[in-house]
């Protein structure tokens, strides 16, 4: 059974930069697409940025240009650059594998 441990989450000023980790146990990691989502209090959770197994992005409109997702199969790890950050980027964020298994879920506060 695939498991995903996230971390990097912490507490930053606006306009500062943190880099999320997501590691995968198991060998599946490679076939698939990775995600990355949020959720903020009293929201839902939305889809932040995707990467697939050949290296294609997405992003939700709300980070592009600040955010930035990869991947290292070699290490079963994606990672989430988040730069320019701002107050409304505060959530917990969570880390999503294509064979529907989710992460536990890293917080990230980002202060005005």
């Known amino acids: 059974q695939v498991q995903l441990v996230e971390s990097g989450g912490g507490s930053v000023q606006a306009g500062g930069s943190l880099r999320l980790s997501c590691t995968a146990s198991?060998?599946?990691?490679?076939?698939?697409?990775m995600s990355w989502y949020r959720q903020a209090p009293g929201k839902q959770r939305e889809l932040v940025a995707s990467?697939?197994?050949?290296?294609?992005?997405d992003y939700a409109d709300s980070v592009k240009g600040r955010f930035t997702i990869s991947r290292d199969n070699t290490k079963n790890t994606v990672y989430l650059q988040m730069n320019s950050l701002k107050p409304e980027d505060t959530a917990v964020y969570y880390c999503?594998?294509?064979?529907?298994?989710w992460g536990r879920g890293t917080k990230v506060t980002v202060s005005s």
């Open positions: 999503w594998l294509f064979n529907n298994t």
């Open positions: 198991g060998s599946i990691f490679s076939l698939g697409a």
């Open positions: 990467i697939t197994s050949s290296l294609s992005t």
